[in-house]
């Protein structure tokens, strides 16, 4: 889909503000280019020598067409204002709605983070799309109008009027995608500069030695230069533009002076019409003026939408819906799944038949790189295998889908973290439903509730993005508490309790395989407490079972 097209889906869902705003201007337009007829009027009037009751009342008549004018452009004003705040509100749960449910091979060799900062491009939507509405429209609609009033003085000045349209046509053919073009490019770099400077943000402490620092800085001045080169080439557009229309304002003001003083010696133009076809010409310029220097913002409105469309086409899974947790328990089983990731041949995991029965306590054993997290994630519905099928149901042989799936599952996976807020929304997001017991079961059960009372506001203590202000296994803990809360029937763990002392990765680990808890339970670690503590043993070499015990 093209920029310009996405611009124009963009307008289509406010079409009746559009409309509105392009009647506005309408109105608006006449009445602007009506004032010359009514000065023409005034000055016929003037010439006489005489004081009319006429020449008062045009003289009230043309103060309150200004008057009116004004009162459209406020009624314009609030238009584009309501159209501003649900552009905002719209992407703003656009991208609220998409980020979690977006593919992972869609943001594989992506950061989703940078990928987020697209959300900032919706101002320059927001007050661009104003500025063209308001602007543009007016603008437009004054030159349509203003030719056809044009012809009504004289031929010459109706040829005027189309050279008018046919330079603005020009310009605007053969510099449309040149400036396109490099506001992308420009548009690009500006957001690696802003993932440089977030990722320097994110280390510091890696970057406050010498060697680091210069490095930063380094690298920053080296997509600032891509920028500033782009920047200079969009720019360099933007100035050939200008250029060719001051060009033709010295050549029209010229041709208009002298034809137009020529048409008034000669009689064939009073000096009423001669000074109100030049009101108009005027007029006519500094509209054609207005494109010519609304273009960047056109340009950045397209690229902005382009930039937001980069995240709004992602592929994503289908919204989830709710599912009460279900007490008949679940088998999973994979039938020669494969999986490799995007933009790679290797595959990952090969062939892969098992099958996962309810209570059972699995550990995934292997070396670095054997596909224990791919398959993990892909028994977790994160991923998709590329090929085979995974099929999920309950005790009475009912399949169920994803989202119910999804619904009766806890992870804890390598890349969660905590967000900003209490320690309550961090394990329950904000859920009110839940029973107060099942969240104490929960904080006790990972050694929580002592570190809870450390703090005067208990679980409503509020928490830095990440868990900055916490230690490591705390964090480990509040993730752990958040995946069982719920008391799921299967549960995927990725580490748990690697950042732990080891008494208190004990009891945790003495909990979590414990018969009394009838979840299932699927364990990738390093940790051989895990391993000899779990029911079942499944190695993985080379993406491949090689091993599978039950105890």
Not at 67 to 94: C, D, H, P, Y
């Amino acid at each position: 889909m093209t920029p310009f097209k996405r611009f124009y889906n963009l307008l289509k869902l406010d079409k009746r503000d559009v409309y509105q705003i392009i009647f506005y201007a309408a109105f608006a337009g006449l009445v602007n280019l009506s004032l010359p007829l009514g000065v023409q009027a005034i000055i016929n009037f003037i010439q006489s020598g005489q004081v009319s009751v006429s020449w008062i009342v045009l003289v009230i008549v043309v103060t309150i067409g200004v008057a009116f004018a004004g009162v459209l452009t406020i009624m314009q004003l609030r238009i584009v204002e309501n159209l501003q705040q649900r552009i905002f509100v719209r992407s703003s749960f656009e991208f609220a709605y998409r980020m979690p449910l977006i593919k992972f091979k869609e943001l594989y060799s992506k950061y989703a983070p940078e990928q987020a900062n697209r959300f900032f491009d919706t101002l320059m939507v927001q007050k661009g799309a104003a500025k063209l509405l308001l602007d543009f429209s007016t603008a437009f609609l004054q030159v349509g109008f203003g030719i056809i009033l044009l012809a009504l003085y004289h031929s010459f000045f109706m040829l005027i009027g189309l050279l008018l349209v046919l330079v603005l046509y020009i310009i605007f053919k053969f510099s449309y995608n040149d400036g396109l073009q490099t506001s992308l490019k420009e548009s690009t770099y500006k957001y690696k500069v802003a993932a440089w400077l977030q990722e320097i943000a994110r280390n510091r402490e890696s970057f406050n030695k010498k060697k680091e620092f210069d490095y930063a800085l380094e690298r920053n001045d080296h997509y600032v230069s891509d920028y500033v080169n782009y920047r200079e080439k969009h720019f360099n557009v933007m100035r050939k533009q200008y250029i060719q229309l001051v060009i033709f304002k010295v050549v029209i003001t010229a041709a208009l002076l002298s034809v137009g003083g020529f048409l008034v010696i000669s009689n064939q133009m009073n000096i009423g019409q001669f000074v109100a076809s030049e009101i108009i010409i005027v007029l006519l310029i500094n509209s054609v003026e207005k494109i010519i220097f609304g273009l960047e913002s056109f340009y950045d409105v397209l690229t902005s939408v382009e930039k937001i469309g980069q995240v709004t086409d992602m592929e994503t899974s289908v919204i989830p819906n709710f599912y009460e947790m279900s007490s008949h328990g679940i088998t999973v089983e994979t039938e020669n799944v494969c999986y490799n990731y995007p933009g790679t041949d290797k595959k990952s995991l090969k062939n892969i038949s098992l099958k996962i029965n309810q209570g059972e306590k699995i550990f995934l054993n292997g070396s670095n790189g054997a596909g224990k997290s791919t398959l993990l994630r892909l028994l977790a519905g994160i991923t998709e295998p590329e090929s085979g099928g995974i099929y999920v149901t309950d005790n009475y042989m009912n399949r169920l889908d994803d989202d119910s799936y999804k619904a009766q599952a806890g992870t804890f996976l390598q890349g969660e973290t905590l967000f900003e807020g209490t320690i309550r929304e961090n394990i329950l997001f904000g859920s009110d439903n839940l029973d107060s017991e099942n969240l104490k079961w929960a904080l006790d059960a990972v050694c929580l509730s002592p570190f809870i009372k450390t703090f005067p506001n208990g679980l409503e203590t509020h928490i830095h993005p990440g868990g900055r202000q916490l230690s490591a296994s705390d964090v480990q803990k509040i993730l752990l508490a958040r995946s069982i809360v719920n008391k799921p029937n299967i549960l995927f763990l990725e580490d748990p309790t690697d950042k732990m002392d080891d008494n208190t990765a004990s009891s945790i680990i003495d909990f979590l395989v414990s018969d009394k808890n009838n979840w299932t339970l699927i364990i990738a670690s390093k940790d051989d407490a895990w391993k000899n503590k779990c029911n079942r043993t499944i190695t993985i070499a080379n993406g491949e079972i090689i091993n599978d015990i039950k105890l």
